[in-house]
């Protein structure tokens, strides 16, 4: 069982930044990939970037160059750096953690989502 919290959602003007934050718990030792989603309203759920545990990364065309994820393994938390801030990425955002354990198949799990709203 894996339990992801996120924080550091919130309003910010077009050109500033956020910190979005996933302190994950319970079987973490399990985990093989986590990453970032974002939902709009009326939008379907779109990757917005994922790092593995050999720490390869991906990241979605939209937000190449201004977003960065990152992990602290010593704290358990997953960030997503957001700078240069647009309004067309207002959604909500939610960490994902993939599981894999050797005799069940691979599970997603998820955060309860941070929104973020870009206006001026």
């Known amino acids: 069982q894996v339990q992801l919290v996120e924080s550091g959602g919130g309003l910010v003007q077009p050109g500033g930044s956020l910190r979005l934050s996933c302190a994950a718990s319970g079987t973490i030792f399990t985990i093989y990939r986590m990453g970032w989603y974002r939902q709009a309203p009326g939008k379907q759920r779109e990757l917005v970037a994922s790092?593995?545990?050999?720490?390869?990364?991906n990241y979605a065309n939209a937000v190449k160059g201004r977003f960065t994820i990152s992990r602290d393994n010593a704290k358990n938390t997953l960030y997503l750096q957001m700078n240069s801030l647009r309004p067309e990425d207002t959604a909500a955002y939610y960490c994902n953690a993939g599981v894999h354990l050797p005799d069940r198949p691979p599970y997603d799990y998820w955060g309860q989502g941070t929104q973020v709203t870009v206006s001026s």
């Open positions: 790092i593995t545990d050999g720490s390869s990364t």
